[in-house]
């Protein structure tokens, strides 16, 4: 009987799990450096700390379950916020702050933008999110089943 998915030793990486990580490491210093020098609010900081979390849980390869759960919430929080900014930073362009308006709705347009694919990749492609079978057994334990069976 062939072990119960994959040994831990043999998990692949792939350049897009990769990608991904780098994006939920870069949204979590998009909203924590802001609350941390005191141009935001505090609460960001929580935003932060979740984007840094689901980047460690990417990297670690935890069960896909918990990590597409993960990745589709805190990307869609991600697309929530960044899309509330540009409405919000959109609406200083009839005040004459035309440079500061472009400054802010740009970053803000791209963080959305990529919110938004992560999230629709979290939906339709399952390999990108784990690249590997859910590891939720120790190695020893794999194969204790295989040869009990």
Known sequence: ???????????TESSSSRLLVVAFLLFGAYW???????????SLIATSIINIITSIVLFLGW??????????STSSYN?????????????LIGTGLVLFTILTVIPSLVAA?????????AYTNDEIISP????????????????KG
């Open 113 to 121: 933008i990529v919110a938004g694919i992560i999230v629709l990749v």
């Open 79 to 91: 697309l929530v916020l960044s899309g509330y900014q540009v409405y919000a930073s959109s609406i």
């Open 32 to 42: 924590g450096i802001p609350a941390i020098i005191g141009e935001a609010t505090l």
């Open 1 to 11: 009987m062939a072990p119960v998915g994959n040994v831990v030793g043999s998990r």
């Open 132 to 147: 590997h079978s859910d590891r939720s057994l120790p190695a020893s334990a794999e194969r204790s089943i295989a040869s």
């Open 63 to 72: 069960r896909r379950a918990i990590t597409k759960g993960l990745v589709v």
